[in-house]
């Protein structure tokens, strides 16, 4: 073992560990160390290599690749040390942490504070439990997009794909370009499940079949995917009996959802909002322990990788604080709870002291909605969507009418009347 001093230790290279590190050095942290299982940084952005990358923060319409290296120019610029290669292995309460590579072996180190920024993970069919046979030629929508854009493999001809997230939407398109047949989108809600531009553009487009309330009920194939049953489904999302039909194919790529990355942080003792799967957060984006910030997909799937970068800048500034000792105590307690309507918000709590923009998703798709917080801030909405992550920044104004003693804020998103 061997030990280092480090200020703040990020840990992935992602975008959110990216900019994390490069607040933290802008906001006067010394030794910023970045630990990144992968042999280079950008994570999941180097194997997105479409575009529609940047276009909030840099107004730009730039692929991952082009995204993550703007990060990593910047990074390097400031000095922030880039351990690559090397895995984190287990972090304590107070901080010390456990790495290793090839080439040092076990490293033990104890920064004065920590961002977790591990990303998410992809769920398998083990997670959803699809009956049938277990033959080659079932892929998660990311490991597929890996292969073909990293790799250069075509992990099939014919596709089905379950599940219209984002990754299985571009993955869709992807394929089709690559000379693929993709006989079908198969989904189980009554919409997409990704963004509204993905569906125009990676589905409409290129006239890709979708069926929406529908779902794979069994794969078919010894040595390999030969066929997949779909069926319609209920309100319930049950099978509905006589419904059911084969399609032919060689390949079932699953994109059927993605959960956050939180195994170290249940062993630092983090607490994990048992609801999206990362940890509670205050404002400052720190979590239950003190001196471990976290932010990005970590914490909540993303859809767009400016509001990761946002976020986690937010995460490393505080992070630095805390290191060099500038921070103030967490006055975040004022929870904010989620009302009709809302699946969860990003913070868990704010003080009420300070401007902090809340990232937040709605449970159902609905028109013509109010979205409020308390009766702090309201806003008149044409459409919201569960793929679409909604944005409030509440400053100066808003926090002026706030009641001090209240510690519960709701927020709401109901249809106007
Ligand atoms: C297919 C797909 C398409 C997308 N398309 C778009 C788009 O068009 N526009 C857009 O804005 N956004 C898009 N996104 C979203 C965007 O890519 C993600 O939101 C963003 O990459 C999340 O950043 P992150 O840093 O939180 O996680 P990641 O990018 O996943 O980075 C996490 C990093 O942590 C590392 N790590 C994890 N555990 C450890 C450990 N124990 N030790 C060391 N390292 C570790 C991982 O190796 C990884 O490099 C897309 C995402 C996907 C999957």
Redesign the pocket.
């Known amino acids: 073992m061997k030990g280092k001093s480090i200020d703040v230790a990020v840990?992935?290279?992602?975008?959110?560990?990216?900019?994390a590190a490069i607040k933290a050095r802008e906001a006067g942290a010394g030794n910023v160390t970045i630990?990144?299982?992968?042999e280079a940084?950008?994570?999941?952005?180097f194997?997105?290599i479409?575009?529609?990358?940047?276009?909030q923060r840099f107004n730009e319409d730039l692929t991952?690749p082009e995204?993550a290296h703007r990060f990593i120019e910047k990074a390097r610029d400031l000095g922030v040390n880039l351990l690559l290669s090397?895995?984190?292995?287990d972090i304590e309460a107070d901080r010390e942490m456990v790495?290793a590579n090839s080439r040092d072996g076990l490293m033990s180190f104890q920064p004065k504070a920590i961002v977790l920024?591990?990303?998410?993970r992809?769920r398998s069919r083990q997670s959803l439990f699809i009956p049938g046979t277990r033959p080659a030629g079932i892929f998660t929508?990311?490991t597929a997009?890996r292969y073909v854009n990293v790799e250069g493999y075509m992990p099939g001809k014919k596709f089905v794909i379950l599940g219209s997230g984002?990754?299985g939407m571009?993955?869709a398109r992807r394929l089709t370009l690559e000379g693929a047949e993709v006989k079908a989108v198969v989904e189980v809600l009554p919409y997409v499940g990704g963004?509204i531009r993905?569906e125009v553009q990676c589905i409409y487009d290129f006239d890709i079949p979708l069926m929406c309330s529908h779902t794979v009920i069994s794969v078919h194939g010894q040595e390999r995917v030969e066929s997949v049953t779909v069926a319609k489904v209920d309100k319930n999302w049950q099978p509905i009996p006589g419904t059911e039909w084969d399609i032919g194919c060689d390949t079932l790529l699953l994109s059927v959802g993605?959960v956050p990355?939180n195994?170290?942080s249940l062993k630092a003792g983090v607490a994990l909002d048992p609801f999206i799967g990362g940890p509670v957060v205050n404002e400052n984006m720190e979590t239950s322990v003190p001196g471990i910030f976290a932010?990005?997909?970590?914490?909540h799937?993303?859809?767009?990788?400016?509001?990761?970068s946002e976020e986690?800048e937010g995460a490393g500034l505080h992070a630095a604080e805390y290191a060099t000792g500038k921070m103030r105590a967490s006055e975040s307690k004022i929870t904010l709870r989620a009302g009709p309507n809302i699946r969860y918000i990003i913070p868990h709590s704010i003080s009420g002291e300070s401007d902090v923009t809340l990232f937040m998703r709605v449970k159902e798709p609905a028109d013509k909605v109010r979205l409020s917080v308390g009766n702090i801030y309201s806003k008149a909405l044409r459409a919201v969507r569960p793929s679409e992550m909604l944005k409030v920044k509440l400053t100066g104004d808003e926090l002026a009418r706030l009641d001090r003693s209240a510690n519960e804020l709701t927020v709401s998103c109901e249809q106007k009347r």
């Open positions: 840990i992935g290279a992602g975008p959110a560990g990216l900019a630990i990144e299982r992968a940084p950008g994570g999941l952005l194997q997105c479409h575009n529609g990358f940047g276009l991952g995204y090397s895995m984190v292995l790495v920024a591990m990303g998410c992809e929508a990311g997009q984002d990754v571009i993955m963004l993905n993605i990355e195994e170290l932010g990005g997909n970590v914490v799937v993303h859809d767009l990788v400016d509001n990761v986690a």
